[in-house]
């Protein structure tokens, strides 16, 4: 077993013996007994084709590439979510955002790793899309990092948490039209050369909406010398479900 392995085997080693003398309750539905359940991972509802080759996005049309991407097409390579944004997922970012709770963020990392896994994608490095320092003084922690981390240690890749920054503080993408969130976050984002320079990147995000902020932090990594930059969130929100 490698070092990187055995810390990983020991991390998880650690998190179930804890389970043992505490038992949790799981993070979708709240039920005792696991920090995620074997009913909640067979609810969650899985971005299928046919989506865009490009952002992830279900489409409904033969193309490859959606119609917002042909007419502006993102920064990243590609980027691809897990889950459609509703129950039991949603509860369990929810949990993560506001409760952090370390060890769903853990529980959810070995299921998503396996779709992060399924995409063969040629990744050395994960990189969390950071949040606003205002909105970190507040919480205290970013909820991504929660899950990106432990997906690190599974998929034995270099975690750089703190290569990017925010320029600025952003107001937040809810409630705001594509055009809206691209402006908003348009040269948001700053990355460390030394950091990702001819490193193939991983950006990691909890939701997407258009993708418009895992596109500015890709064109942030772009321009610190990131030889490519793929992207992933564990859910989408998407605004019509019957696409899926
Ligand atoms: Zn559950
Ligand atoms: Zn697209």
Same mark, same amino acid.
């Given at each position: 077993?490698?070092?990187? %392995? *055995? ?5 998880? $080693? ?11 309750? @799981? ?7 696991? %920090? ?6 067979? !609810? ?5 084709? #046919?989506? @865009?080759?490009? @952002?992830? +996005? ?15 097409? #993102? ?63 507040? %919480?205290?922690? !970013? ?18 948490? +703190? ?12 409630? $705001?039209?594509?055009?809206? %969130? ?12 030394? *950091?990702?320079? !001819? ?21 942030? $990594? ?23």
């Amino acid at each position: 077993m490698t070092d990187s %392995r *055995r810390s990983y085997f020991l991390y998880r $080693l650690i998190w179930t013996s804890l389970d043992f003398l505490f038992p949790p309750n @799981c993070g979708g539905c709240g039920k005792p007994g696991s %920090r995620w359940c074997a009913e909640c991972q067979q !609810n969650i509802v899985l971005i299928s084709k #046919p989506y @865009c080759t490009v @952002c992830g +996005n279900p489409i409904r049309t033969n193309a490859n590439v959606c119609r917002d991407c042909q007419i502006d097409r #993102p920064c990243f390579r590609v980027l691809r979510s897990w889950s459609v944004f509703e129950t039991p997922i949603r509860n369990a970012l929810h949990r993560l955002k506001y409760r952090q709770d370390i060890g769903l963020g853990d529980a959810l990392a070995v299921q998503f790793s396996g779709f992060v896994s399924s995409l063969k994608w040629p990744i050395d490095t994960i990189v969390p899309v950071p949040l606003g320092q205002k909105r970190l003084n507040e %919480r205290g922690y !970013n909820q991504v990092g929660l899950i990106a981390r432990p997906l690190s240690l599974s998929m034995n890749l270099t975690y750089a948490p +703190n290569v990017l920054s925010r320029e600025r503080d952003t107001r937040s993408q809810v409630g $705001l039209t594509k055009l809206e %969130r691209h402006k908003n976050v348009r040269g948001a984002f700053i990355a460390k050369r030394s *950091r990702v320079n !001819n490193h193939v990147v991983l950006l990691v995000d909890d939701v997407a909406t258009t993708g418009s902020t895992l596109s500015s932090c890709a064109e942030a $990594l772009y321009a610190a010398g990131a030889q490519d930059v793929f992207a992933v969130t564990v859910a989408r929100a998407l605004a019509h479900h019957s696409l899926v």
